[in-house]
């Protein structure tokens, strides 16, 4: 079967711009993961998903950032007014079950001008 | 500031040389993971170590988990260069979150 996919695959945009990032989970996994990855840094937790269960959005850097997932499924990252720190590999991951092992996309690097 | 310290950060080898990665922590996870990243990919899952002094092993890698499950280690033997990547550690916490190593970039040359 398919594996998560992301689009774009490439964002540019300029400081102040909001920018929407979408993640297509692997079909039938219920929980589903935002990380950002910046260069020489690991995977940073962002947000997740499970099942109808409330996210946590414990990991979001700052209110500029919003997450939804509709119909238990797709998911948009959303970053309001973008600032240059902004810019990285924005990474989405889906599993089983919370706790399952994780299957990653292969991210959306934005790069904020 | 990062839970997990990987090193080296860097690591350039010949064919057919060993090599070692090292992740480090204080804190003490319910289990580690090891992953590999390629250029223009997302992570994907090498092992999963959770018992204390647990071994195992994949083909020519070699993972370890600490006795206290604050560290591990990653050997490969007689690297090739295929083992080119990004190797990224993540320890679990108690409430299923990963937090991830930094990473270390190994380069095998032809």
């Known amino acids: 079967g398919a594996g998560v996919s992301q689009s774009p695959s490439n964002k540019v945009t300029e400081k102040g711009k909001d920018v929407e990032l979408r993640c297509d989970p692997i079909?039938?996994?219920?929980?589903l993961y935002w990380y950002r990855q910046s260069l020489g840094q690991g995977l940073e937790f962002l947000i997740y998903?499970?099942?109808?269960?409330?996210?946590?959005k414990s990991g979001l850097p700052s209110d500029r950032f919003s997450a939804e997932r509709t119909g238990g499924s797709v998911s948009t990252l959303t970053i309001q007014r973008t600032q240059q720190e902004d810019s990285a590999v924005y990474l989405c991951?889906?599993?089983?079950?919370?706790?399952?092992?994780?299957?990653f996309g292969p991210g959306t690097r934005l790069t904020v001008l | 500031t990062q839970l997990l310290e990987q090193s080296p950060q860097f690591l350039s080898i010949q064919e057919g040389e060993n090599l070692t990665v090292y992740c480090n922590s204080s804190s003490v996870f319910s289990s580690l993971q090891w992953y590999r990243q390629e250029p223009g990919e997302g992570p994907v899952l090498l092992v999963t170590?959770?018992?204390?002094?647990e071994v195992k092993k994949l083909k020519r890698l070699t993972f370890q988990f600490g006795d206290a499950r604050k560290d591990s280690s990653l050997h490969i033997t007689a690297a090739q260069p295929g083992d080119t990547g990004l190797y990224l550690c993540?320890?679990?916490?108690?409430?299923?979150?990963?937090?991830f190593g930094a990473g270390t970039t190994v380069t095998v040359r032809a």
């Open positions: 993540a320890g679990e916490l108690r409430d299923y979150k990963l937090s």
């Open positions: 991951a889906s599993s089983y079950y919370w706790g399952n092992e994780q299957f």
């Open positions: 998903f499970q099942g109808n269960s409330a996210p946590d």
């Open positions: 170590v959770v018992t204390g002094g």
């Open positions: 079909s039938g996994h219920t929980a």
